[in-house]
């Protein structure tokens, strides 16, 4: 029996069990309270010890749920969270969900069930943020990293400006001369790609340049998936440029382009985005924007760390300025 079966039989939030269990009137009927008290006794339900000392001593412990630490922007990510919160005297339980929901949803359930004192919550598919009505319900402080601040009014969000940094970048391999461009995104119902997919677009259209939606190739930030795209974009039409939507996905674009033999950027001109730490030493250098990946990491831990310190309860907004890399993967051409 857990806290989330109490709540289940009892037709009532983990919240709400939670506040009965800590003795805390806010928010809780009496009829309500003794409903759940009923069936505490009636499955002789006992509370993790641990947990529950957690709970009431403010666990110095942060979750942080990333989709990918394979994907180095991920684990440079996790580098700055920890180390900040080192710093702080906190400790971070680090969460791989590997993109998938039901994963991302278990961490969620077992982080606000074992108290931890906030949450750093950064994924690719960031349109679905249900997993996370636990830690709001819970008033557990929380920071979003990379997903849209209109949207999500009443959180915390720390990110750059997506459109604006890939509008920068297509505009530049544009004032090479290169029109017959493909672009290699993210998961679509990613907000980080899509807003880069704006940009994209904007830049082509201010400069009169007509997208092609069938050299638009929808992909997943994977090495694999770079590669694999590229032949298909080998095979759909004579390109002069592809756009890719990260730097791990631009990778294996450069090797299958290798093995067809093409050389970059003689035969094709490649961009990445991220500035992760092996684009400037590849072969070519990679052209890329860069982003303060490491310090976005700092600043998310730092930020929650001042909310559960009491240091500064207010909505904490900011966007980093990104930083166009040009290297030698793009060639001006006639």
Known sequence: MTIRDI?????VSVATVSRVLNNDPKGVG????EKV???IEATNYKPNAVARTLATKRARTIGLILPDVSNPFNSMMAKGVEEEASKYG???ILCDSNNEKEKENAYLRI???NYVAGL????????????????????IPYILIDHDIETHEGASVIKIDNAKAMYDLTRFVLSKGHKKIAAVTGYEDSYSSSQRLIGFKRAMNDVGVDVNAELIFTGDFRLKTGY???GCILEKAKVTAIICFNDVMALGVLQKLKENGLKVPEDISVTGFDNIEFADFIDPPLTTV??????MGRRAAYQLIQKLEGQNKDIYKQEFQHQLMIRKSVKAIG
Request: glycine share 4%; charged share 20%.
């Open 90 to 92: 906190y400790n971070t």
């Open 120 to 139: 750093i919550y950064n994924n690719f598919k960031s349109t679905d943020l249900s997993g996370l009505q636990d830690f709001i319900g819970q008033s």
């Open 37 to 39: 008290l009923k069936v």
């Open 7 to 11: 709540a289940k039989q009892c037709n």
């Open 290 to 295: 860069s982003q303060p990946i490491y310090d």
């Open 111 to 113: 982080l606000s069930e």
């Open 30 to 33: 009496q009829h309500t309270r």
């Open 228 to 230: 694999e795209l590229c």
